[in-house]
């Protein structure tokens, strides 16, 4: 004889994962209990609260819910009471508490939490392609990005894809060096997905010199050199001249205020002040 499994509706005006989890969260607590968990997920209509309570009552299974929109809500309860059928409102609780934390009202829109899931999830993906195409490590990544940086060494081009990366924009940067010719993909793109970092080759040799003394290295390197400097931030300016791409001097600036002035630039279409 096949031992029959207690039944769960879940009721849902989005995916209902959060309601399942719960139910299979509780169900532990019942020395794994095996359940037969039924999602009836995108309800926005009456008619299938009704259907699914009236097979809840026949099936004398429980209903658990996370609907946001207060007439369904109400629907729902109704209906249950008035057929003895046990439910569940998972997130109304929390709502209310919440609610009264924030001193404000609900937004009542269903499937707000797979937005924030997908942000999430975009953000995610955007800051591992910036890792995977940081430091020209695969020009392939020219082609794919939202946006690509370029410049000399130390122009803070890791610092600010990474940056960018949080606000959802896939970032490859590349390195300009005179002995290195860049990549033919950033000929490729479109000008204004091309963004050229120079800075004042004061700065950039103090900065050179402190990344010597972090490395434990002798300042006087032909990195931090100030010749090399200037011949290496002249090179950029023939790279950055010949693709035609917007520049921005980032000497002086926090990488907040270039990334602002970036994503101002992206947005406008045009070039940063």
């Known amino acids: 004889m096949i031992e029959h499994q207690p039944v769960v509706y879940v009721v849902s005006d989005s995916v209902g994962e959060t309601a399942e989890f719960v139910v299979r969260a509780a169900?532990?607590?019942?020395?794994?209990?095996s359940l037969d968990i039924r999602r009836i997920p995108y309800v926005t209509d009456k008619e299938t609260i009704?259907?699914?309570?009236?097979?809840?009552k026949e099936e004398n299974a429980l209903i658990a819910f996370t609907l946001v929109l207060p007439e369904l809500q109400q629907l729902l309860i109704e209906e249950a009471e008035r057929k003895?059928?046990?439910?569940?409102?998972?997130?109304?609780?929390?709502?209310r508490g919440m609610s009264r934390l924030y001193q404000m009202q609900p937004r009542q829109e269903p499937g707000l939490i797979h937005k924030l899931d997908e942000d999430y999830f975009r953000k995610v993906e955007a800051i591992e392609f910036a890792v995977k195409y940081d430091d020209?490590?695969?020009?392939?990544?020219?082609?794919?990005?939202?946006?690509?940086?370029?410049g000399v060494s130390r122009t803070s081009k890791t610092p600010l894809s990474m940056y960018l990366a949080h606000k959802r924009l896939k970032v490859a940067n590349v390195p300009l060096v005179p002995e290195v010719e860049p990549p033919e993909e950033l000929f490729e793109i479109p000008v204004n997905r091309c963004i050229g970092l120079t800075i004042d080759p004061q700065q950039l040799n103090n900065i050179r010199q402190e990344r010597l003394k972090s490395l434990g290295l002798a300042t006087g390197a032909n990195y931090a050199s100030m010749e090399r400097i200037i011949?290496?931030?002249e090179y950029a300016d023939?790279?950055?001249?010949?693709?035609?791409?917007?520049v921005i001097d980032v000497s002086n600036k926090a990488v907040e205020e270039t990334a602002n002035m970036i994503l101002d630039m992206l947005k406008k279409g045009g070039t940063p002040a």
């Not at 003895?84 to 709502?95: A, E, L, N, T």
């Not at 990544?141 to 690509?148: F, I, N």
């Open 50 to 56: 009704k259907e699914t309570v009236q097979a809840a």
């Open 27 to 33: 169900s532990i607590q019942f020395n794994g209990a």
């Open 238 to 246: 023939r790279v950055i001249r010949r693709l035609g791409c917007p």
């Open 84 to 95: 003895d059928v046990p439910y569940v409102d998972i997130m109304g609780p929390m709502i």
């Open 136 to 150: 020209g490590k695969d020009p392939r990544g020219v082609l794919g990005a939202d946006v690509v940086l370029i």
């Open 231 to 233: 011949y290496e931030l």
